[in-house]
Nanobody, 124 residues
Framework: QVQLVESGGGLVQAGGSLRLSCAAS????????MGWFRQAPGKEREFVAG????????YYADSVKGRFTISRDNAKNTVYLQMNSLKPEDTAVYYC?????????????????WGQGTQVTVSS
């Protein structure tokens, strides 16, 4: 079992920044690729960013490319999502997820563990 706890969400004005953190406990964190997803009201959960278990490979949804950065610190069992130039359409609940695989995936069904989510609200 892997437990994931997100933090860092909140209310921010358009153009602002937030940094989300996801702390993992349980099994060896470095054995898992990690992903960030988000879900807005009435919409399906969508992929935001992924990072391989060693952190060398990352991938982003087109909607956040150039604005968001995913990173991980395996010594701290934590994955981060730095979000800059936020837009109102980025408003959603953000979830981190762990996948027992060397590489990330952009499909929610490929992930084994999920956090409870953290709300991000961007005002215009």
């Amino acid at each position: 079992q892997v437990q994931l706890v997100e933090s860092g969400g909140g209310l921010v004005q358009a153009g602002g920044s937030l940094r989300l953190s996801c702390a993992a406990s349980g099994r060896t964190f470095s054995n898992y690729a990690m992903g960030w997803f988000r879900q807005a009201p009435g919409k399906e959960r969508e992929f935001v960013a992924g990072i391989s278990w060693g952190g060398r490979s990352t991938y982003y949804a087109d909607s956040v490319k150039g604005r968001f950065t995913i990173s991980r610190d395996n010594a701290k069992n934590t994955v981060y999502l730095q979000m800059n130039s936020l837009k109102p359409e980025d408003t959603a609940v953000y979830y981190c997820a762990a996948r027992s695989n060397i590489r990330y995936s952009d499909m929610p069904r490929d992930y084994d563990y999920w956090g409870q989510g953290t709300q991000v609200t961007v005002s215009s």
